[in-house]
């Protein structure tokens, strides 16, 4: 997928939850596919995806018990509401409290397919959102990178961090070391980003196995 996330700003968040604009840059594209899938058109499902987001605002609910404390999942679910008749403006789900300003446009039919090739619509939900996850960890990876000055070695090693460089690059340079480096940050940013969806540390593990397989 190419990147065409919303132009990234200041990351803000909080205990208590994180702003929409951060919900926007992370979410907005697996929220755009569930949309397109229901029936709006591209350039529709794009901007409400986007302007939903940013009007979303989610915290968690105090005294909830047995939730499963995944962001994805609640957002899932929040979306799906807002895709029915009559969508509410605050509602819990899974133990988030989601309020929102903004609606689908009134002709939007939801017909989405409940399986295609073999994907359930959350199963097709979680793999954009781990899509988007990675590609918001890479964004902030190459934000370091200009900030250090260092992005004419970044770009040699960008091709580089999800495979193995066969003798491509050299350690003369210290552009070896330098990709060794930048897997460790990636790997951190994009940990972070997932802990980032959870309310407990512990739905880390199977949360991962959800977005990567």
């Not at 940013?54 to 895709?83: I, K």
């Not at 008749?85 to 605050?90: K, Y």
């Not at 990178?145 to 970044?154: D, G, I, Q, Y």
Request: aromatic share 8%; hydrophobic share 35%.
């Amino acid at each position: 997928m190419s990147s065409s996330h919303p132009k990234r700003t200041e990351s803000r968040s909080s205990s208590a939850g994180t702003s929409g604009e951060e919900l926007a840059l992370c979410f907005w594209w697996p929220v755009h596919g569930c949309l397109r899938e229901s029936g709006l058109n591209t350039r529709v499902a794009r901007e409400f995806a986007i302007s939903v987001l940013r009007n979303f605002s989610w915290r968690r609910e105090e005294g909830h018990a047995g939730t499963s404390g995944r962001l994805r999942l609640a957002l899932f679910a929040a979306v799906l509401d807002q895709l029915q008749p009559n969508p509410t403006h605050s509602r819990s789900f899974g133990g988030f409290i989601f309020e929102s300003t903004s609606n689908v446009p009134a002709q939007a039919e939801s017909r989405m397919l409940w399986s295609i090739r073999g994907q359930t619509p959350l199963e097709r939900f979680s793999h954009r959102c781990g899509i988007s996850l990675l590609e918001c960890a890479l964004e902030e990876l190459e934000v370091e990178a200009e900030a250090l000055h260092s992005m004419e070695t970044f770009q040699r090693i960008r091709l580089h961090l999800d495979r193995n460089p066969a003798g491509e690059l050299s350690d003369r340079d210290g552009t070896f070391q330098a990709l060794v480096a930048a897997r460790t940050r990636f790997r951190d940013l994009l940990f972070k980003k997932i802990r980032m969806t959870l309310t407990d540390d512990n739905n880390f593990q199977s949360e991962w196995k959800a977005l990567y397989g």
